[in-house]
């Protein structure tokens, strides 16, 4: 079994950023704030089109300052993530998914 580390960088500009193509399970979620967090609005979304527009769906929201979330377990067969916080806030987010 393998293990993939997604790692997004978001500056104080940067509100969203899409994740490359993922296989497996998400199974773990880090937050790690640097600036501007004060209890940030945190949202994953998984989708499943790489033309995607808004057929996604919101699997992980996280009102709080840095956290790990061991509780998530969602499946992904090629789907992209795509997390959003909100303006002024800069951070990394590391999101670690199983393959088989």
């Given at each position: 079994?393998?293990?993939?580390?997604?790692?997004?960088?978001?500056?104080?500009?940067?509100?969203?950023?899409?994740s490359v193509p993922v296989f497996g399970r998400v199974?773990?979620?880090?937050?790690?704030?640097?600036?501007?967090?004060?209890?940030?609005?945190?949202?994953?979304?998984?989708?499943?089109?790489?033309?995607?527009?808004?057929?996604?769906?919101?699997?992980?929201?996280?009102?709080?300052q840095s956290f790990v979330d061991t509780g998530v377990?969602?499946?992904?067969?090629?789907?992209?993530?795509?997390?959003?916080?909100?303006?002024?806030?800069?951070?990394?987010?590391?999101?670690?998914?199983?393959?088989?």
């Amino acid at each position: 079994m393998s293990v993939d580390r997604i790692r997004f960088d978001f500056d104080t500009g940067t509100t969203s950023l899409v994740s490359v193509p993922v296989f497996g399970r998400v199974r773990q979620v880090r937050w790690a704030a640097d600036v501007g967090d004060t209890g940030v609005n945190l949202s994953l979304t998984l989708l499943p089109d790489e033309n995607d527009t808004g057929i996604g769906w919101e699997f992980l929201t996280q009102q709080a300052q840095s956290f790990v979330d061991t509780g998530v377990n969602v499946l992904a067969a090629g789907d992209r993530i795509r997390a959003d916080v909100p303006a002024g806030v800069s951070g990394k987010l590391y999101v670690w998914a199983l393959g088989g």
